[in-house]
């Protein structure tokens, strides 16, 4: 079992900055796929970014391209999401999520390919 934590986020203007954190802890030597979603009210949930532990590819959301950064720290297993010029349609509740990058094509993974998931942080951006 993995277990995830996100935490970092919280309420911002537009144009400004957060970084999310995703702590692992349990079995994380059974993961090297990671990635962050999104859910807004009313929305369906939708892929960010996502990150190969083994090679350091990532994949990123054309929606958060540019904007957004994913990188980990395999010392402290885990993955951050910098997320720079925040725009309101940013504010949805953000999930971290790891699985096995077998699953996945590269770094990208869909939603149901993840075995992992975190509670969530939320994000909200005022204009």
């Known amino acids: 079992q993995v277990q995830l934590v996100e935490s970092g986020g919280g309420s911002v203007q537009a144009e400004g900055s957060l970084r999310l954190s995703c702590a692992a802890s349990?079995?994380?030597?059974?993961?090297?796929?990671m990635g962050w979603f999104r859910q807004a009210p009313g929305k369906e949930r939708e892929g960010v970014a996502g990150?190969?532990?083994?090679?350091?590819?990532?994949y990123y959301a054309d929606s958060v391209k540019g904007r957004f950064t994913i990188s980990q720290d395999n010392a402290k297993n885990t993955v951050y999401l910098q997320m720079n010029s925040l725009k309101p349609e940013d504010t949805a509740m953000y999930y971290c999520?790891?699985?096995?990058?077998?699953?996945?094509?590269?770094?990208?993974?869909?939603?149901?390919?993840?075995?992992?998931w975190g509670q969530g942080t939320q994000v909200t951006v005022s204009s």
């Open positions: 999520a790891a699985t096995v990058c077998m699953y996945c094509s590269g770094a990208y993974c869909e939603s149901y390919e993840y075995k992992y």
């Open positions: 349990g079995d994380t030597y059974s993961t090297n796929c």
């Open positions: 990150i190969h532990g083994d090679g350091g590819s990532t």
